[in-house]
């Protein structure tokens, strides 16, 4: 028996030859029990399910102090990366620094909060960092829902729920609790270390690499994704030691994408920390809304969240601006639209930029049979993006079954009925984005834009220095030769032209 034919027989397989039936001569004795030895090693290579799973998933939780864990706080500092804010489509994500860092995690209701102080490392790509300084912000997460604290109001972000409770059950003694609960655990072998593999179904699918100690080392996993679908996960933990009789990594590093996302030196460990983590009834009782504003005839901004979206009627279609976040914000955006202007497809979704916040809703565009039109520069990246598999968690396009068609501008596209002109421009030489477009109304001079150019509060004093976006976007109007008269922001207020100017210190 060769030892590829033991592997096929001891894991349920059918070997291509046997022995059966043959007279045993001594060296043939001989040479069985090698091959049994053999087959007894390969033996642990094959999964197995269940009991086995839970009995390494349960040993390891005592090695790490785990058994009476109920929560943990953990802090430090180091660098990460904006996720899904790279300057190039395709690149890698924007480096940050983290000068503090902390974590409470809370095993027995599944909740999570996140403090971080962060500011830019590059001055390149999205991150929603200012371009200068330092940005804190909390983010947390219980059971369904997710939510930021930015200000005094909690504010629901529920496109965050999937990566904050993945973070969470990912964690060294958080995907050993998953994994321990979870009938669906396998356990295999590979170099010496024992890997469990489970699914929590919708949310994501991970195998937990654990070494001879009965430390978490490394952890596969697969998160569900608005633009990139099923994404791959790999987390490295190292230099445990021991804290108060719990055994938590002093480094924690993360890639998401194909990229670092996460460089953590750990300095702090509170075992069974109060968390008092709260779901506040603002997210509890959170849905989508969008609230339309007639701009012009024919021509509405979608507002109502964070991110908005403007709808342009033609003769026998629609055309929308910007899907944004995730499937949840792109259907409200869509049934507002069927609503304004019934019988009338949305047959072309434009989108700004290629940052996950403003492409997220893009596939939900796409099921509905829209074209997405993006830049030439993102076209390539959007083709192969939009055809990768979203399984872990099933979103409209998956559940469709739809061709996503995509098409690109280079520098400039006009779109018309022969009643309205809708034009497509680029914002040129910009630090925000490559490929980054904004789109011109010229018969009611309205200009359409995202991130180049956020209004203030009403009043507020224009910020000093002027923002390099804001001066880039005004460059790209002067050297179009745009009359505008009203700037519609996909964050924030519709705003006269006048108000752009007085950001950036110059007059129209």
């Known amino acids: 028996m060769t030892p590829a034919a033991a592997e096929a027989r001891m894991c349920g397989g059918r070997p291509g030859s046997s022995t059966q039936g ?35 998933l349960r040993e390891a939780d005592r090695a790490m102090g785990g058994t009476t864990l109920k929560s943990l706080r953990y802090a430090g500092s180091g660098t990460g990366a904006s996720f899904g804010q790279a300057y190039q489509p395709g690149m890698a994500w924007p480096r940050v620094n983290i000068t503090s860092f902390s974590r409470v995690i809370d095993y027995e209701t599944g909740a999570m909060r996140e ?53 969470l059950w990912t964690s060294p003694h958080g995907v050993l609790k998953a994994g321990m609960r979870n009938a669906t655990a396998t356990l295999r072998t590979e170099g010496g270390k024992r890997i469990v593999s489970f699914n929590e179904p919708g949310r994501f699918s991970a195998s937990a690499w654990i070494t001879a100690d009965g430390f978490v080392e490394r952890i596969d996993s697969v998160q569900p994704n608005p633009v990139m679908g099923d994404t791959p996960t790999i987390t490295l933990y190292s230099g445990y030691r021991d804290f108060a009789g719990v055994r938590f990594p002093s480094r924690i590093q993360q890639e998401q994408g194909g990229f670092p996302v996460l460089d953590i030196a750990v300095k702090e460990v509170e075992p069974n920390v109060p968390a008092g983590i709260e779901v506040p009834a603002l997210v509890s009782s959170f849905a989508e809304r969008v609230a339309p504003e007639k701009a012009a005839e024919g021509v509405w901004y979608l507002a109502g969240g964070s991110h908005h979206s403007v709808l342009i009627e033609m003769k026998d279609h629609l055309i929308l601006v910007e899907s944004p976040l995730y499937d949840g914000r ?53 083709e192969r993006t939009m055809a990768r598999a979203n399984s872990v968690s099933p979103d409209a396009l998956a559940k469709s079954g739809a061709k996503v068609a995509v098409t690109g501008v280079n520098t400039q596209r006009t779109f018309s009925d ?42 507020a004093a224009p910020p000093a220095p002027p923002n390099a976006n804001n001066v880039n976007l005004v460059q790209s109007i002067e050297r179009l030769r745009l009359n505008v008269d009203r700037i519609l922001p996909l964050h924030g207020r519709i705003v006269p032209a006048s108000e752009l100017y007085t950001a950036t210190g110059r007059r129209p």
């Open 22 to 56: 043959k007279p045993m001569t001594w060296p043939h004795v001989l040479r069985t029990l090698t091959m049994a030895g053999a087959a007894l090693s390969l033996l642990a290579s094959c999964a197995t399910p269940g009991n086995e799973a839970h009995a390494v």
């Open 115 to 167: 403090d971080a102080a962060r500011s830019r490392a590059e001055t390149t790509g999205g991150s929603g960092l200012p371009l200068a300084g330092e940005q804190r912000a909390t983010a947390l997460v219980r059971g369904e829902h997710a939510w930021n604290l930015t200000g005094p109001a909690p504010v629901a972000s529920p496109v965050a729920l999937s990566g904050r409770t993945h973070d």
């Open 418 to 459: 022969g009643s309205r002109t809708v034009e497509v421009f680029m914002i040129e030489d910009s630090i925000h984005a490559q490929g980054f477009m904004m789109v011109w109304l010229p018969a009611e001079r309205l200009l359409i834009e995202a991130d180049a150019y956020t209004p203030g509060a009403p009043g």
């Open 330 to 382: 792109a259907q409200a955006v869509l049934a507002e639209a069927r609503k304004l202007v019934p019988g009338k497809p949305v047959r072309y979704a434009i989108n700004s930029h290629h940052h996950f916040d403003h492409s997220g809703g893009l596939r939900a565009a796409a099921a509905e049979g829209a074209t997405l039109v993006v830049s030439e520069q993102a076209r390539p990246w959007y």
